[in-house]
């Protein structure tokens, strides 16, 4: 009760400032002053933006075919339009109307692939292009549609007539306009930002554009300037937002060379940035950690993108704007979250994951999060988030931020953190064979009176991480109260990982698919093992098992727990077996002694 009345300003704020860019929008996007998106038709195109994303003509075919896959969900228009179509998600309506899946039929570059996007472009602008609403005209879908037409505007005009030319860059300039009057509506975040890249490449790609580019340069620089963090991070915390933006970002500053015009300097210290940043959030396999709404790393465009990066070398220690630090030694990776939100508006896709880590080894994820869903729709969406889907330590299953999750409110203003840790100390030391990271958040201060400390310890030669959680009350103390909490530490181990008991109840062998493994070790308390679920597995959410030490919050002294390398032996047949019923075991050499 207390919760819900100290977070009522933060949602009357909330209410009020998106009442408020509503009405802007339905005021500006009225049929009334909808003709001030019209717009005369340019003279012609300049150049065609190259665009990063990996490409495949056997998509193509699937879209002569009526078949559309996108967001991770197929539909199929059996010879209607899709723009017309009511199934779907709306994350697969987002994508179609971006046109992100134009690059396709670029790449088949044949005479039916540029009758197939002519035609597909011509029919949105029939059936959506003069009916500003919906899904189809949000700031960003608008934005990443304008790119893609300019980025494979070669498959467009090439071979068309006078009349779909002019129809196409009508439209267009339109779309421009409109993102010029709106941008502003889209509130704070990516959306915005996306807005101010895309009214640069039209500044750039669209003849007698020059007043656009001036304007579009400075609103960019701007933008830039608010949503890139000093070490490289966004403000949404996302490693995946960062990705997604830097798709857009490098191509623009290449446009801006092709162009024989001088980058804006902003847009370059950003790229500079943000390039480092990304390689901080890669796991010893290329992929990203699952922090904060990252989800499946599409790993192919991660590949390209740093390729633009000039300075390769070991990834940065620490983001201490963004909220994360960064351990490597050997072939062994460990990144954790060390943050918090400081404003709702850029928290809606958040987690409540504070002093959770991952874990990776010779190219194997061992510890991770739970991740997030493909779709944002999804009925797990506010369980991916809580804090008992990350590998941290829980009060009472209770995440230490809480989210507005109300059913009209969150269809009005979504699902941002209204209250998270105010407050995270982080001390990092570096000692002769091994670094130390001490961390400590307030998130349980309000509900249970209680500090949440994490230390860890990791090895340079990264054979081994030691651990250590505790929770204290105000003065730094263990909670002596008698209480009835319980504490949960939880470490959610990947799929492609097998768990098996090794002798009493407080030893387990992580064993990886690819022959990496470990021994996991609690040192204070016996283990249990539970099932888990990670979501962000490249065909969906796949069963997992986590490793959980359940304690009492009062009295909770220090509970250690360890991961030591070990040697996964080939299978060896046990004696007196016949082949045709075979039994193996596996030996363990090396076993770790307690530290």
Same mark, same amino acid.
Not at 48 to 53: K, S, T
Not at 67 to 80: D, H, I, K
Not at 200 to 219: E, F, M, P, W
């Given at each position: %009760? ?9 949602? $009357? ?40 994303? #990996? =490409? ?17 969900? %197929? ?26 899946? @134009? ?75 409109? @993102?010029?009057? %709106? ?34 340069? &400075? ?54 940035? %943000?390039?480092?940043? @990304? ?13 904060? +709404?990252?989800?499946? #790393? ?40 060390? +943050? ?46 809580? #804090? ?6 829980? $009060?009472? /299953? ?6 507005? =999750? ?17 407050? !995270? ?28 400390? &994490? ?6 030669? +990264? ?89 009492? @919050? ?12 070990? !040697?996964?032996?080939?299978? &060896?047949?046990?004696?007196? #077996? ?8 596996? +030996?363990?050499? /090396? ?5």
């Amino acid at each position: %009760m207390w919760a819900a009345i100290l977070d009522r300003p933060k949602i $009357i704020g909330l209410v009020l400032n998106e009442s408020w860019r509503r009405f802007y929008y339905n005021l500006r996007t009225s049929a009334l002053l909808r003709w001030r998106f019209s717009a005369a038709i340019p003279e012609k195109l300049l150049i065609a933006p190259q665009d990063l994303r #990996t =490409v495949d003509p056997h998509n193509a075919f699937e879209v002569y075919s009526g078949r559309f896959f996108l967001a991770g969900e %197929m539909v199929e228009t059996y010879g209607s339009s899709p723009f017309e179509m009511t199934s779907g998600s709306e994350n697969w309506h987002r994508a179609l109307h971006s046109f992100g899946w @134009l690059r396709h039929l670029r790449a088949a570059d044949s005479d039916l692939s540029r009758a197939s996007a002519q035609a597909l472009v011509r029919s949105w602008i029939q059936t959506r292009g003069k009916n500003v609403e919906g899904i189809p005209w949000e700031i960003d879908t608008t934005a990443q549609r304008v790119m893609s037409w300019l980025c494979h505007s070669p498959v467009l005009i090439k071979g068309t007539d006078y009349d779909f030319y002019r129809l196409y860059l009508k439209n267009l300039a339109s779309q421009v306009r409109y @993102l010029k009057r %709106m941008c502003n509506s889209a509130g704070d975040g990516e959306a915005r930002l996306l807005g101010r890249i895309a009214l640069v490449y039209a500044g750039l790609c669209i003849s007698d554009q020059q007043h656009t580019l001036k304007s579009a340069n &400075r609103n960019l620089e701007m933008e830039l300037e608010r949503q890139i963090l000093p070490d490289g991070g966004h403000v949404s915390r996302s490693p995946t937002v960062l990705l997604e933006l830097l798709s857009k970002l490098l191509p623009l500053h290449h446009t801006y060379t092709a162009m024989d015009q001088s980058p804006p300097q902003a847009l370059t210290l950003a790229i500079d940035r %943000m390039l480092p940043a @990304l390689r901080f959030f890669r796991h010893s396999d290329g992929n990203f950690a699952h922090f904060n +709404g990252a989800g499946t #790393t599409p790993t192919d465009l991660l590949n390209i993108v740093l390729r633009y990066d000039q300075i390769i070398g070991q990834a940065p220690k620490n983001a201490s704007h963004s909220g994360y630090q960064r351990l490597e030694g050997g072939s062994s990776v460990l990144i954790m979250d060390t +943050g918090f939100y400081h404003e709702p508006s850029f928290s809606k896709k958040g987690h409540a994951g504070c002093l959770s880590f991952e874990f990776s080894s010779k190219g194997a994820q061992f510890v991770v999060n739970c991740g997030a869903l493909t779709s944002y729709n999804s009925q797990y969406l506010q369980f991916a988030r809580a #804090t008992a889907a990350h590998s941290t330590a829980v $009060i009472e /299953d209770t995440s230490s931020a809480r989210f507005h =999750v109300d059913g009209a409110l969150a269809n009005f203003i979504g699902t941002p953190i209204l209250s998270n840790n105010n407050q !995270v100390e982080v001390d990092r030391s570096e000692m002769t064979d091994y670094s130390v990271i001490k961390a400590i958040h307030d998130g349980y201060k309000r509900q249970f009176g209680a500090f949440h400390e &994490r230390t860890i310890s990791f090895a340079k030669k +990264g054979d081994w991480v030691q651990g250590a959680d505790r929770f204290l009350d105000h003065e730094g103390k263990t909670i002596s109260t008698e209480r009835d909490e319980k504490v949960a530490i939880r470490f959610h181990i990947h799929p492609d990982v097998s768990i098996s008991t090794i002798g009493g109840g407080n030893r387990v062998l992580l064993a990886h698919s690819q022959g990496e493994a470990w021994i996991f070790t609690a040192l204070d308390c016996t283990l249990s093992i539970e099932e888990s679920i990670f979501f962000s597995g490249p065909s969906g959410a796949r069963k997992t098992e986590q490793l959980v030490l359940h304690v009492p @919050l009062s009295g909770m002294s220090q509970i250690r727990w360890q991961f030591e390398r070990t !040697v996964k032996q080939k299978p &060896r047949r046990r004696q007196g #077996t016949q082949e045709s019923n075979t039994l193996f075991d596996f +030996g363990l050499d /090396d076993e770790p002694s307690e530290k």
